[in-house]
């Protein structure tokens, strides 16, 4: 991606913006309004099933995929299903990462249904499952129940909570920061684990990187990213899911022919080079890490991890700390093999890790974009 101090050097190639049309260029690129509106209209739904699903659909989801598809079932049900379209086969071969992506979105129903004092009994992938692929069955069969919820202090923090890429602040996690959020996120059968800006952060900072490195480099893994790239706010706006690159730094970019999709495909382009030097001052910011394992066996298990990471993000926005999932390592793809053994030998502890995230202290960033609740309802 490219940074503001490489886009600055567009002027001195002859890109340049009139003085009296500068201010009109900023205003007209920034970040497009119409794709956060979900964010801006969560909870004013007026039949609860509704309401909670106006807050799901905000949950972390692997590449802002936002794959669920719901159907309401009679007037106190739901059935989950993916959009099959919406998978990331690159990455995710097995759609390991796409059904913790279901498992978020469930959790965050489930905390949005207990405000209204509305309990959930979550069924996963009742019509049965396959660990290789994921078809046209359900993902999970929800069932509410009035007088069963109890709301959860979690839930408060769901709006403030945005993933964040950017570098983190110089200073160490609080031990009893990091230690509250490992507590709110050993749910679902998963353990948590962690650690502060010790030797072991060192190994992690430099094996993420590695992986990030891998996946960057490798054609076909970059080109899945570079085809979810959404570039400006009119591309945003038309499609608001994948990566966003938003902001009138990225717009005149655009116009420079300096950034574009041909350019995040090559990985000795300038562009691609500044994108790298980017994340590797973000990776090597991270003061703590957060993992998160079990059995992994079925898929129960993935939505399991789903959930507690749902958990763990949220806790994270009560401590004040922001969370960057950083876990190329644990993809299942060939060249990944390598690391994926190194990450489990150093933190695995006999289980199959599910997540792994950067934790640290910054500054609050805009939400990602998001389609609207209609978009993922079913008949």
Not at 78 to 107: K, M, N, S, W
Not at 118 to 133: A, K, L, N, R, V
Not at 153 to 178: G, K, M, S, Y
Request: net charge neutral.
């Amino acid at each position: 991606m490219a940074t503001r101090r490489g886009v600055l050097k567009l002027v001195g190639g002859g890109c340049v913006l009139a003085a009296g049309g500068a201010g009109g260029f900023v205003a007209a690129n920034g970040p497009s309004r119409s794709a956060r509106a979900p964010w801006r209209e969560a909870g004013k739904e007026t039949e609860f099933r509704r309401r909670a699903l106006s807050y799901a659909i905000l949950a972390p989801n692997p590449h802002n995929r936002q794959p669920w598809l719901v159907r309401l079932d009679g007037d106190d049900a739901l059935t989950l299903y993916c959009d099959l379209d919406r998978r990331l086969p690159a990455t995710d071969p097995y759609d390991r990462q796409i059904v913790i992506g279901h498992g978020t979105f469930l959790e965050l129903l489930a905390l949005a249904a207990a405000e209204d004092g509305y309990g959930t009994e979550i069924t996963p992938f009742p019509d049965g499952e396959d660990m290789t692929t994921l078809d046209k069955r359900p993902v999970a069969r929800v069932k509410f129940i009035a007088g069963a919820g109890e709301p959860n202090p979690l839930f408060a923090h769901t709006l403030a909570r945005h993933t964040n890429r950017q570098a983190f602040e110089a200073r160490d996690v609080e031990a009893d920061a990091l230690a509250a959020v490992l507590s709110s996120s050993s749910v679902q059968g998963v353990t948590a684990g962690g650690c502060g800006n010790d030797a072991l952060a060192a190994q992690l900072r430099d094996l993420t990187w590695r992986a990030h490195s891998v996946e960057m480099t490798t054609d076909y893994t970059n080109q899945e990213s570079v085809d979810l790239m959404r570039i400006g706010a009119k591309e945003v706006a038309a499609n608001p899911d994948g990566l966003f690159l938003e902001g009138p730094v990225f717009a005149l970019g655009k116009l420079a022919g300096v950034i574009s999709r041909e350019q995040m495909a090559d990985p000795n382009s300038s562009m691609s080079q500044q994108g790298m030097t980017m994340f590797h001052d973000a990776a090597m910011s991270a003061r703590a890490f957060v993992w998160l394992g079990n059995s992994g066996t079925t898929r129960a298990s993935q939505i399991a991890a789903g959930r507690a990471y749902m958990r763990l993000v949220l806790a994270a926005e009560r401590e004040g700390l922001k969370v960057h999932p950083w876990s190329q390592s644990l993809q299942e793809y060939p060249e990944m093999a390598g690391l994926y053994r190194e990450v489990h030998d150093l933190i695995g502890n006999g289980q199959r890790l599910q997540m792994l995230v950067r934790l640290g202290y910054a500054k609050p960033v805009i939400a990602a974009p998001r389609w609207p609740m209609e978009t993922h309802l079913i008949a």
